[in-house]
T-cell receptor, first 114, second 111 residues
Framework: EAQVTQNPRYLITVTGKKLTVTCSQNMNHEYMSWYRQDPGLGLRQIYYSMNVEVTDKGDVPEGYKVSRKEKRNFPLILESPSPNQTSLYFC?????????????FGPGTRLTVL | RKEVEQDPGPFNVPEGATVAFNCTYSNSASQSFFWYRQDCRKEPKLLMSVYSSGNEDGRFTAQLNRASQYISLLIRDSKLSDSATYLCVVIEGTGGFKTIFGAGTRLFVKA
């Protein structure tokens, strides 16, 4: 079954404690992306990757890091989380060669930073 | 000005009504356009792509006007199951495939 998986699905942590949210896709997609969703603001792109070892900033990259060492995985790293990073996070993937392809989203990770 | 703007919601309509969503985007170099549907904080799912020639999928019709930088979605004969948030999505091609989401418009269809 084609899917994007994220872990953990729910996380409560404290300010400053480094965390990683994993994202994995089994569709051999080149393009992967991270978004955060906040009430009234919609989804905002944090980082995206067009292929292995190729990443670029989205609209709200501050406070986040990503890596793309393998095609299937695109982890999101918060080195020193702060309360303003409390949000619902979605990972997504799609093929790179045609902009019209649909994005497949993971189920979301609800993060609370105390 | 936001890069992608949608009608503020929510829209409350009776079953069987026709409802129209509007969306404008600011970057004239934008390449691709979509409508996504999101249920109750679940992951967004593609509803349909949007083309200048217009496209129709059953009760849903999407239209793009590049000159006005305007995208629309029309839902005819609305069903209870259409209740959701509808997201306008624009992909910018300059220098990469940056994806911009509108804030979404909430639709409530009532019996």
């Amino acid at each position: 079954e084609a899917q994007v998986t994220q872990n953990p699905r729910y996380l409560i942590t404290v300010t400053g404690k480094k965390l990683t949210v994993t994202c994995s896709q089994n569709m051999n997609h080149e393009y992967m992306s991270w978004y955060r969703q906040d009430p009234g603001l919609g989804l905002r792109q944090i980082y995206y990757s067009m292929n292995v070892e190729v990443t670029d900033k989205g609209d709200v990259p501050e406070g986040y890091k990503v890596s793309r060492k393998e095609k299937r995985n695109f982890p999101l790293i918060l080195e020193s989380p702060s309360p303003n990073q409390t949000s619902l996070y979605f990972c997504a993937s799609r093929t790179w060669d045609r902009a019209t392809d649909t994005q497949y989203f993971g189920p979301g990770t609800r993060l609370t930073v105390l | 000005r936001k890069e992608v703007e949608q009608d503020p919601g929510p829209f409350n309509v009776p079953e069987g009504a026709t409802v129209a969503f509007n969306c404008t985007y600011s970057n004239s170099a934008s390449q691709s356009f979509f409508w996504y549907r999101q249920d109750c904080r679940k992951e967004p799912k593609l509803l349909m792509s949007v083309y200048s020639s217009g496209n129709e999928d059953g009760r849903f019709t999407a239209q793009l006007n590049r000159a006005s930088q305007y995208i629309s979605l029309l839902i005819r004969d609305s069903k209870l199951s259409d209740s959701a948030t509808y997201l306008c999505v624009v992909i910018e091609g300059t220098g990469g495939f940056k994806t911009i989401f509108g804030a979404g418009t909430r639709l409530f269809v009532k019996a």
